[in-house]
């Protein structure tokens, strides 16, 4: 049981380049998430899924798009870098409760550090 | 505007004292309250979640309290050790899988 795992751990991009971080969970859980950390802030929401095929913005979706096709896999896709998005990136999972909402506790997994020249 | 507050200076302790660090936040209303350690280079891992309705809640040497008056959480460890240096998250569930971190304050427990 790996958990939440993310490739890669470290990423050097241009501005302008586009790349796909990845981020798999072997948990089964129904909800995945992607924040950022930056130093002196909290981890800020970039996007969510409450599930294969449904997506949502957080706090800080501009310049990032998603997509889940499955209940493993939630990769988060810059379109065009900026320094702006020199950060790093977590990706998170939690379960669901005997009545469907989700459950309490995340899952992180061990982060991106991305840069963007 | 919408805040949480953790201490951004270190919080530097000998070790077998109590470590407090405290969470404060403005403008919600949160049905819970979680905190999470994370160690350099690593994710956040999940340590303690207290709810709305809970004053206290204790595992092993953690013990966190909520006071929904104040608008604060305290965290304690006790009997601390070296191996409890870390930064601990303070984080809100606001409803709408919504989830609001705080920066977290590093502590550093000195041998």
Redo the contacts between chains.
């Keep these: 049981n790996a958990g939440v795992t993310q490739t890669p751990k470290f990423q050097v991009l241009k501005t302008g380049q586009s790349m796909t971080l990845q981020c798999a969970q072997d948990m089964n859980h129904e909800y995945m998430s992607w924040y950022r950390q930056d130093p002196g802030m909290g981890l800020r929401l970039i996007h969510y899924s409450v599930g294969a095929g449904i997506t949502d913005q957080g706090e800080v979706p501009n310049g990032y798009n998603v997509s889940r096709s499955t209940t493993e896999d939630f990769p988060l896709r810059l379109l065009s870098a900026a320094p702006s998005q020199t950060s790093v990136y977590f990706c998170a999972s939690q379960g669901a409760t005997g009545t469907g909402g989700a459950n309490y506790e995340q899952y992180f997994g061990p982060g991106t550090r991305l840069t963007v020249t | 505007s919408q805040k949480?507050e953790q201490n951004?200076e270190a919080l530097n302790i000998q070790e077998g004292k109590t470590a407090t660090l405290t969470c404060n936040y403005t403008n919600y209303s949160p049905a819970?309250l979680?905190w999470y350690r994370q160690d350099p280079?690593?994710?956040?891992?999940?340590l303690l979640?207290i709810r709305e309705n809970e004053k206290e809640k204790r595992k092993e040497r953690l013990k966190v309290t909520f006071d929904t008056t104040l608008k604060q959480s305290l965290f304690h460890i006790t009997a601390s050790q070296p191996a409890d240096s870390a930064t601990y998250?303070c984080?809100l569930?606001t409803g709408g899988?919504?989830?609001?971190?705080?920066?977290?304050t590093r502590l550093f427990v000195k041998a």
């Design positions: 949480i951004s819970y979680q280079g690593r994710g956040p891992v999940f979640l998250l984080a569930y899988f919504k989830t609001i971190f705080g920066a977290g």
